[in-house]
């Protein structure tokens, strides 16, 4: 599997704005995806609907060079397995 900050914004590109739920391992996560500078980067932060996980990250796709991920004081393997296994749920 590509876990490449690539994989992650192609993901993230296919995800709803805005907030949704999604599941990821067995668990419903309440997500907030959100889309700035122009679509160039992209916040997202997600917390476990009753529990106690949170995921949080920013993406960055400067004009030059490359994407940029930067997951907010967690590791970048945990941000990256949520973005590429978890499944949103319809509205």
Not at 28 to 51: C, D, F, I, P, W
Request: glycine share 8%; proline share 7%.
């Amino acid at each position: 599997m590509d876990n490449s900050a690539s994989a992650v914004w192609a993901r993230l590109q296919h995800w709803p704005r805005g907030y949704f739920t999604a599941r990821y391992a067995g668990h419903r996560y309440g997500v907030s995806n959100t889309v700035h500078t122009n679509g160039r980067s992209m916040k997202l932060y997600a917390e476990q609907l009753g529990g106690p996980d949170r995921i949080s990250l920013n993406i960055y796709a400067p004009e030059h060079g490359d994407l940029a991920l930067k997951p907010c004081e967690m590791p970048a393997d945990k941000v990256t397995a949520f973005v590429l296994g978890a499944e949103p749920e319809a509205a």
